[in-house]
């Protein structure tokens, strides 16, 4: 495909086509079939992307095929270019389509601490979309969460950039595969800043210093750009010191662009280039808007043709923006799709796509991810693991038998809020029974709503507990878009204490003197501050997706050894709420009534086993430094354990955290077995923006911290770094572990 060639044939308005995305509702017939008649009105000039072929359009992955089928022979055999369209998908836990895989939500993703693990899962992602037609998934969600107000916390990594770029490197390879033309074009979003909004309200301001934004905020960007090859990017709504990202040429060419040398294309988020117009007041029709972005470097608009259509057309005609703009951004789209093959190969086979949806293999995949992503918070007295053997057991609590609320959302349940779900789903309560039969009595009691203000069940829940041996009291929240949903997108809280009256119902469970064993299914890290004082054992499983109760029920009775570790620090209160682990110095001040300590730290999570660190060696090496420990299975079952590096930098020219993840890894030991890791840290990893806003290493002291979480602390050591102050441009992002 000869690109040049093809951009001088194109007309004004077939140009500008290519910039455009059409929803698939718009080419559906009312018996959701495709209508040509739709077509030759909407496609006449083609059309640069189809938006969600299957999802939220109600359609089966088959039909979703056939119709992306004959989308696609439309535009070859009835358009004068005949150029294919690029077709996207929402992808964040899962292909968001009916009958698709859906996966834990990526805040549970995270708390697995487990790239390789994330990479099958989109690999698995990039099969089923394949199977399908598309050829864009928007995801990762790459925003570092420093608010849990903000409603997204649990479509993120968690809070740190290191965490956050690690597994987004991870989903960008899987879902990408070797070769792209074999692939699903990741997206990288919300570009950039988005989780650190003013209030921790969706699309408010974001107030950040340019030093922070590049350390923190656009770390994971770089990396899953240099270093996976990301071919997408998604700007992010809001506004950065009066600049809407949509309309920031700085973000978008400069950085994006020429810094880091992206080489895909830039698409806006859903609305947001008539967002400056309707929202931003920065421009005062949709053809200044459309200039502002394009200009800017936003190449498509998504999900349809409000800005870049007439609007586009009208403001190229009349010169307010020159044909070389508009030119560089089709280039990228006709590039774009000539990388994914869209040229080459535009047909689907339809009679393959039902064969690789939610297999055996892809449930099994979808269990084990659930169960490492479940974190032991709390085990006292040895509560956990329940005995098989146990006669009673009372489960209850609005999450315990409920389908629809194990989702995150942007799964396919959640995202439409089914009735029905869209893929086979285990409930707690499902899980539990499948987990012991009849040998014991269940006694099931949902005891209240998430958010009701009623008590009527409380009397109910109570009296089951009385009657068994031990009570399991599932709570939390619901994510979704419905407005009875209390997480998800644009569902920000301005207190973080289990909503409604679950707390109460907790206490009432609490007081009839059985261990309670609590379950939280939920999206951001709430204020537990109560329960982890008196409940006997926590389960945090966020949102565990359509394996949740079997994962859940395997955890409980010791079938699999709990590893998750928080990738997120939970607060001991809402005024708490901005709390990371990596605060520095002069953020050390404790409160009137509370002291600055969280409740559960970043990295935290327990399990059945005990581990022991020993043997710390630092060395240097020609590239860096050697972290070496050992670490030991000192109990009686095999057990997995995140082991976590720590740096601080002791003096530099401008202030530092106290703390910094720069490596992990998730190890498996068996009783008494021990393994040596070895950790190498690069000089790279010690840079960050010196006053002058360069990248910069410096020399000095560092002090060295291995532990089992950014609270517990095994050992210490220190090493120094010799020689001048160097700048560099980044290309290592981690650590290299080996575990012998």
Partial sequence: MNIDELLSKMTIEEKVAQLCAVPIEWLLDENKDFSEEKAKLRLKNGIGQITRLAGGSGLTPEKAAQIGNKIQKFLRENTRLGIPALIHEECLSGYLAMGATSFPQAIGLASTWNPDLIQKMTSVIRQQMKAVGAHQGLAPVLDVARDPRWGRVEETFGEDQYLVASMGVAYVKGLQGDNLKEGIAATLKHFAGHSFSEGGRNTAPVHVGEREMKDVFLYPFEAAVKLANAQSVMNAYHDIDGIPCAASKELLTNILREQWGFNGIVVSDYNAIDMLRSYHYTAKDKSEAAKQALEAGLDIELPGIDCYGEPLINAVKSGLIPMEVLDTSVRRVLEEKEKLGIFECVYVDTSK???????????????????????????????????KDIKSIAVIGPNADTFRNVYGDYAYTAHLNCSEPSVKTVTVLDGIRAKIGTSAEILYAKGCDLSDPSKDGFTEAVEAAKKAEVAVVVLGEKSGFAPDCMTGESKDRDELDLPGVQLDLLKA???????????????????????????????????????????????????????????????????????????????????????????????????????????????PDDEGIIVSFDVKNTGNIEGDEVVQLYIRDVIASVVRPLKELKGFKRIHLKPGETKRVSIKLYEEQLAFTDKDYKLVVEPGTFEVMIGSSSDDIRLKGSFQLGGSKKYIERKRFFSDVTVY
């Avoid at 099994?364 to 329940?386: F, M, Q, V």
């Avoid at 008196?534 to 394996?547: H, K, S, T």
């Avoid at 699999?560 to 520095?584: D, H, M, R």
């Fill in 353 to 387: 796509v039902n064969g690789v949806f939610d297999t055996e293999d892809q449930r099994y995949l979808a269990r084990d991810i659930a169960r490492e992503s479940i974190i032991l918070l709390k085990n006292e007295n040895g509560i956990l693991p329940l005995s």
């Fill in 509 to 619: 469970v609490y007081n009839t003197g059985k261990p309670v064993v609590l379950v939280l299914i939920n999206g951001r890290p709430l204020a537990i501050e109560w329960a982890a004082k008196n409940i006997d054992a926590i389960l945090e499983a966020w949102f565990p997706g359509e394996e949740c109760g079997n994962a859940i029920a395997d955890v409980l009775f010791g079938d699999y050894n709990p590893g998750g570790k928080l990738p997120v620090t939970i607060p001991q209160n809402s005024g708490q709420s901005i709390f990371t682990y990596n605060i520095k110095q002069s953020s050390c001040h404790d409160y009137v009534y509370h002291k600055l300590k969280p409740v559960y730290p970043f990295g935290h999570g327990l399990s059945y086993t005990t581990f022991n660190y020993d043997n710390l060696s630092i060395s």
